[in-house]
């Protein structure tokens, strides 16, 4: 009988990691996930699945935690989904934002190349590490420019993956996935503050909705989508890097329209200019080409961004009973 397959997954409490964990139960491996004791975010997005999951204590600041918990957990494979993702958050905190966007990849590579060799590795890379884009649309040979700490710290960290996989012939891939969404979103992301945004209107909660630039285009897709592209990556006999994404782009004010629509609202009426939501730098048009996905990994999105819009504002008039 074939052993059962096992993962571990850092930042299993996000948004991708609870998705994540439910593919991969349904595949049935048996799932490990890493958590910080200092942690804010809770257990939410894993409380339907808490029962079948294994969850150790480790930090990506913390070298030891993270060879103690590959040292436990032998896992087959090792998603490494855990960063302070916050593009905004990382010009306040870009210290911070190194330690564990950049190095914290670096620790856990280590801890494999120490203790469990054999692991296949994902790296959490991301479209914002194009960020000044050289071409349009990116694809896996477009140079990175990042506009932010977040995007370098991501590059860094997307680098250092290619290292060690050249170095010491780990099986480590980067992801480079392009902006994902879904219900489960932080409320600090703009999709996510817009569906919120307009659930609360909805509801007498709010009378408007502040948004910075309208005109940045984005390359939106839904999360439950990307993750079944992050275990394919692993799956090949031969490791490769790939961009993931829609290849459809839409700007923050088509997001604004349709979740507004989808409410029954005219957004025109509750949304105000705020200079104060603008980012020192930006990045203006992030679109995938995600070709080698498709041809390489059968890798198709099935849900569109209208429907995730709409999916995103009804989960939110839902959870304020704005329906």
Excluded: C
């Excluded at 948004?15 to 910080?36: I, M």
């Excluded at 809770?42 to 030891?64: E, K």
């Excluded at 190349?113 to 000044?132: C, D, I, N, W």
């Excluded at 659930?199 to 630039?213: D, P």
């Amino acid at each position: 009988m074939a052993e059962r397959r096992r993962a571990l997954i850092t930042g299993i409490t996000g948004q991708d990691g609870s998705y994540l964990a439910e593919l991969l139960l349904a595949k049935d491996y048996e799932v490990f996930g890493v958590v910080r004791r200092t942690s804010h975010h809770g257990l939410a997005r894993i409380d339907h699945i808490a029962d079948r999951i294994t969850l150790l204590p480790a930090d990506l600041l913390d070298q030891h935690s993270l060879t103690v918990a590959l040292q436990q957990t032998k896992p087959h494979e090792v998603y490494n989904l855990a960063a302070q993702s916050y593009v905004p958050t990382s010009w306040s905190q870009p210290v911070l934002t190194g330690e564990f966007t950049a190095l914290g990849v670096t620790r856990m590579l280590e801890a494999i190349r120490l203790v469990h060799p054999t692991a296949r590795f994902y790296q959490a890379s991301s479209s914002e590490m194009f960020g000044k884009v050289t071409e349009t649309p990116q694809r896996e040979t477009t140079p990175f420019y990042p506009r932010s700490p977040y995007g370098v710290a991501k590059a860094y960290g997307h680098w250092i993956t290619v290292n060690y996989r050249e170095s010491y012939n780990i099986y480590a891939v980067s992801g480079i996935l392009f902006n994902h969404e879904s219900p489960r979103r932080g409320i600090e992301f703009v999709t996510r503050k817009v569906t919120d945004g307009v659930a609360r209107i909805k509801a007498g909660l709010a009378s408007e909705l502040r948004l910075g630039n309208l005109d940045a285009h984005r390359d939106w897709g839904y999360a439950g989508d990307y993750v079944d592209a992050m275990w394919r990556m692993l799956q090949p006999d031969t490791p490769q890097d790939y961009v993931i994404g829609t290849g459809v782009m839409h700007s923050v004010r088509d997001l604004v329209e349709v979740a507004f629509s989808r409410a029954g609202l005219d957004w025109q009426k509750y949304v105000r200019l705020d200079p104060a939501f603008i980012r020192p730098a930006e990045v203006d048009l992030l679109l995938a080409d995600a070709t080698l996905a498709r041809e390489r990994l059968g890798w198709t999105p099935t849900v569109g961004f209208r429907q995730l819009i709409e999916m995103m504002v009804d989960a939110d008039l839902a959870r304020l009973g704005a329906r």
